[in-house]
């Protein structure tokens, strides 16, 4: 009995001395907008809406307060499900969780969006950044750094823009994600997600969504209107990315934090 009870205290010893997991220490950056009535949404889609069901004290002496709201999956910072420009790919609830965590990285093309707002993304954007910092590491999630979160949220100039409805459309201005850079890192790198500070990751004059389909394609979700990109380091930072789970959504309102 003595020697089986030494055997239990010897295999318990390594689990009683490691250490509980923990998050990765250091600052945490809020990505996300808040959403309310200046939240910025496509021309066509329908705007965030917060209506009070009660506020105030109850006849029993209490406060309470409750709300209901009603927003389109697409608009303020949220993310695009693949199914959303990809028939039978994951919808939002279908995105393994472990995809939207992760070592994040910025390439900044700001300077080149402030002349250009319809500017692309191009492969030697990315290039260019790994002659830097390096290959962009597999299991990376990505983020496009325009610029353009400092308009945010004023849709003239954010989308180029403040008219709303179809004919508003092909009035947008932002930038965006070549098509062919897209197709470049689904081909050439592995990574888990890719962001930017605009409201689509194809530039607001896309007309067939070509950056969309080719990332969606290959289930590599996007994430749109990030908040803050600009206190981001290139790189050296995680991300946690975690969108409300509407079963068969095509996208939907995200909460986005990095962790410098």
């Known amino acids: 009995m003595k020697c089986l009870s030494l055997l239990l205290l010897v295999l318990l010893i390594p689990a009683l001395q490691q250490k509980p997991p923990t998050l990765p220490a250091g600052r945490v950056v809020d990505l996300s907008y808040p959403f309310d009535a200046d939240t910025v949404y496509w021309p066509t889609a329908e705007t965030f809406k917060l209506e009070k069901d009660?506020?105030?004290?109850?006849?029993?002496?209490y406060y309470y307060s409750a709300y209901r709201y009603m927003a389109a999956e697409h608009g303020g910072t949220h993310i695009d499900a693949p199914v959303h420009f990809a028939k039978g790919r994951n919808s939002v609830d279908q995105i393994?969780?472990?995809q939207l965590m992760g070592p994040g990285l910025v390439v900044d093309v700001a300077a080149k969006c402030a002349v250009n707002p319809d500017?692309?993304?191009s492969i030697d954007d990315f290039q260019n950044w790994e002659k830097q910092n390096g290959k962009i590491p597999s299991g990376s999630i990505v983020f496009l750094r325009t610029g353009f979160g400092k308009y945010y949220p004023?849709?003239?100039k954010y989308l180029g823009t403040d008219e709303r409805?179809?004919?508003a459309v092909a009035k947008l201005h932002f930038p965006g994600l070549d098509p062919n850079a897209a197709r470049w890192l689904t081909q050439n790198r592995s990574i888990k997600a890719i962001g930017l500070d605009t409201a689509s990751i194809d530039r607001g004059q896309s007309t067939l969504f070509e950056s969309h389909r080719a990332l969606?394609?290959?289930d590599i979700p996007a994430f749109e209107n990030v908040a803050?990109?600009?206190q981001l380091p290139l790189r050296g930072f995680s991300v946690i990315a975690l969108p409300m789970k509407i079963k068969g959504g095509s996208g939907g309102p995200l909460r986005i934090v990095a962790i410098l």
Do not use: Q
Request: aromatic share 12%; hydrophobic share 30%.
């Open 54 to 61: 009660f506020e105030g004290v109850t006849d029993k002496g």
């Open 96 to 98: 393994p969780l472990e």
């Open 119 to 121: 500017y692309l993304v």
């Open 154 to 156: 004023d849709r003239k």
């Open 165 to 167: 409805g179809a004919e």
């Open 216 to 218: 969606f394609e290959k």
């Open 228 to 230: 803050n990109l600009d």
